[in-house]
């Protein structure tokens, strides 16, 4: 089983930044493929960022070039860097974490495990 609690949510002024990050417990995140997703009232669920547990990354378009997203081993922890916040942006973000190799998929159905999010917002 993996537990995830995420944090580092808050608000933030248009081109602000913000790091979420992401801590696990009962398994090593270095057997894992994480995933940040988020979700805007009113809209599905959608594919951030991923990270295959050998390295390989994968973005959404709408974020590609402003978030990074990275893990530490030591600290079972996931980051989640955004930069160039953008009003669309806002939204509650979590966390997301499969024992299968799944390809840095941004698909939501790769990832059984969840933490309880952490809440975006940015305004103009």
């Known amino acids: 089983q993996v537990q995830l609690v995420e944090s580092g949510g808050g608000s933030v002024q248009s081109g602000g930044s913000l790091r979420l990050s992401c801590a696990g417990s009962g398994s090593s995140f270095s057997n894992h493929c994480m995933g940040w997703f988020r979700q805007a009232p009113g809209k599905e669920r959608e594919g951030v960022a991923a990270?295959?547990?050998?390295?390989?990354?994968r973005y959404a378009d709408s974020v590609k070039g402003r978030f990074t997203i990275s893990g530490d081993n030591a600290k079972n922890t996931l980051y989640l860097q955004m930069n160039s916040l953008k009003p669309e942006d806002t939204a509650m973000y979590y966390c997301?974490?499969?024992?299968?190799?799944?390809?840095?998929?941004?698909?939501?159905?790769?990832?059984?495990?969840w933490g309880q999010g952490t809440q975006v917002t940015v305004s103009s």
């Open positions: 990270l295959e547990k050998y390295g390989y990354t």
């Open positions: 997301a974490a499969s024992y299968a190799i799944c390809s840095a998929s941004l698909s939501y159905e790769a990832y059984p495990y």
